[in-house]
């Protein structure tokens, strides 16, 4: 009697430990997945940690901008054909070419710019910035604001090799941006600073709201221009006078709203004597040069031995915003627009 009340306890203590340890054990598995659904660490076994790592790994120097998407460091190559690597999403910049300024804030990094070349004149923010020079960098300037991104010329790159070597041993990422002619490079360079500065998805804005209103001129221009005008520019006043052949911006624009320049057997700006201009006969006479000249308008008209010339005989000369016809950046689209309707008033001041 006494054995079997033994075994009956012995078997009673072994269902209470038994349920004890279950019960143990399935506490410690909800607070397992508590804690793995609170974020705390998992229980996990080495291979999975080891993965982790080398995942985590793979993504420790790499800065994604959520913006545009791009992720830093990257490599771009500029307009001298090198390779740059910019590190992070820039946060101050130095531009030393007004179009590449007006580009720059284009692409909202206005607040970014610490520097800009003496010309750059636009928007009117750019009043407030310090000026670095033109063609003749102010490099103690530039070394004393220490920009993390500086865009220089192809001018600046091909004669002061030495000062941008200068800049990037004291860490400052130096990008070249070349000289355009066409609209296309316009493009090609709104990308490449959009690039460099995580700033795509603007950029795609830009040039698509620019090659958007560029189809609507050519379109409206191929269908209601019925008589092609012929046209001479003018981009510096005499006695000097020169103009705007092929290979420029000018002379993209006349194409595009179905015009003639009268200079288009020359290539890029060139001079031309008085005498050689006036038997081009132009029907319309454009200047680009109003911001620094009083009434280049009655200039011309006014000149000797013109009086004959189509122009100015029915006095159709006009003068364009220089900087919207010459400048490589968003507001060449202005510029066209403009010219336009200076040449063709009844078709595009409907």
């Known amino acids: 009697m006494h054995t079997e009340m033994l075994k009956r306890w012995g078997l009673i203590s072994f269902i209470l430990l038994f349920t004890m340890a279950a019960i143990v054990g399935c ?31 793979s993504n420790v120097n790499e800065q994604v901008d959520e913006d545009s998407g791009q992720n830093f460091p990257l490599t771009i190559t500029d307009d001298a054909d090198r390779e740059v690597t910019i590190e992070n999403k820039p946060e101050s910049i130095v531009s030393l070419q007004a179009s590449t300024t007006e580009i720059v804030f284009d692409l909202g990094l206005g607040d970014k710019v ?7 004149n636009y928007p009117e923010e750019t009043q407030e910035i310090d000026k670095l020079g033109g063609q003749e960098i102010n490099v103690e300037k530039i070394l004393s604001l220490l920009p993390e991104i500086a865009f220089v010329t192809d001018y600046h ?3 002061a090799k030495e000062t941008i070597e200068q800049f990037e041993e ?38 698509s709201d ?27 006043p005499a006695p000097d006078i020169y103009t705007t052949g092929t290979n420029t911006f000018m002379h993209e624009m006349l194409e595009a709203i179905q015009a003639i320049n009268v200079a288009a057997e020359h ?18 006479i454009v200047t680009t040069y109003g911001y620094y000249v009083d009434n280049p308008s009655q200039d011309v008209l006014s000149r000797e031995g013109w009086a004959e010339v189509p122009a100015v005989k029915n ?5 364009v915003d220089n900087d919207t016809v010459t400048r490589p950046g968003p507001r060449l689209i202005e510029g066209v627009e403009t010219l336009a309707e200076l040449v063709y008033p009844e078709v595009f001041k409907k």
């Open 27 to 57: 506490g410690t598995q909800e607070q397992q997945s508590e804690a793995a659904g609170n974020g705390e660490e998992d229980v996990i076994d080495s291979n999975d940690n080891q993965q982790i790592e080398e995942d985590n790994s």
């Open 114 to 120: 610490i520097g800009v070349s003496d010309y750059s």
């Open 157 to 159: 790159y091909e004669n």
């Open 170 to 207: 004291a860490g400052i990422t130096v990008v070249v941006v070349g000289s355009a002619t066409s609209f296309d490079d316009v493009y090609g360079d709104i990308t490449m600073i959009a690039k460099a500065t995580g700033t795509t998805t603007e950029a795609e804005e830009t040039i």
């Open 210 to 236: 620019m090659k958007t209103r560029l189809a609507e001129i050519k379109e409206k221009a191929e269908k209601e221009v019925t008589d092609k005008k012929k046209v001479w520019v003018e981009v510096s």
């Open 267 to 284: 290539e890029g700006w060139v001079s031309l004597n008085e005498e050689e201009i006036v038997k081009l006969n132009p029907e319309v």
């Open 315 to 319: 006095e159709h000369v006009v003068d």
